[in-house]
């Protein structure tokens, strides 16, 4: 079987990235830290179906002595107070930085996290692009994985997990957090 491999755009400024990891260290000394991205800000028609609802989250937001970095653009607020309320998560809202519009600190932001696991927005992509470790999740039929399914041909440190029914995600968010927890036990 032959791979198409991604080519690495340019990772993050490696001043920034320093900057993040202390700041990040500082926040939380121990333990991984994972960057999340949940939504896309369009989620209209058939877009929709390639996210989960936010609540299905939980065996990911559980996974214990992680520290879970808002990577997210848009208003996030409130699926940051549903995470504390219904998860008992605090997910760390990084300062100073316009998550839609920093796209260079947005960049050496997610080099600086241990793992950036979410869905495919312009995000993930960048994450992806800069050569940072991501997990994607998506649907069986989403055409950028070009019909592979074990691995995303645009970025070759990309593990995926495919979701094969679009009205249950919650096998494949049980999966991931099932996965995170043995990565990180490791």
């Known amino acids: 079987r032959h791979r198409v ?53 939980r065996p990911i937001l559980e996974v214990p002595g992680v520290t879970f970095v808002n990577l997210q653009y848009g208003d996030c607020s409130e699926e940051i ?35 950036v696991v979410g869905f495919s927005n312009a995000t993930i992509n960048l994450a992806g692009a800069c050569g940072a470790p991501i997990w994607m999740l998506g649907g069986a039929a989403a055409w950028p994985r070009l019909g592979q399914i074990d691995f995303y041909p645009w970025y070759p440190q990309t593990r995926c997990f495919v979701n094969q029914d679009y009205k249950d995600w919650r096998p494949t968010m049980q999966a991931v957090g099932d996965a995170m927890k043995a990565h990180f036990a490791a």
């Not at 809202?93 to 960049?107: E, Y």
């Open 5 to 57: 491999t991604g080519v690495v755009i340019r990772a993050g400024d490696p001043e920034r990235v320093a900057h993040w990891r202390r700041v990040l260290d500082e926040r939380a000394p121990k333990g991984p830290k994972v960057g999340l991205l949940w939504k896309s800000l369009k989620l209209n028609g058939e877009r929709a179906r390639q996210f989960s609802p936010f609540l299905l989250w």
């Open 81 to 115: 107070a549903l995470a504390k309320a219904e998860f008992g998560v605090d997910i760390w809202q990084p300062p100073g930085i316009d998550l839609k519009q920093d796209l260079d600190d947005v960049a050496a932001l997610c080099c600086a996290m241990d793992l």
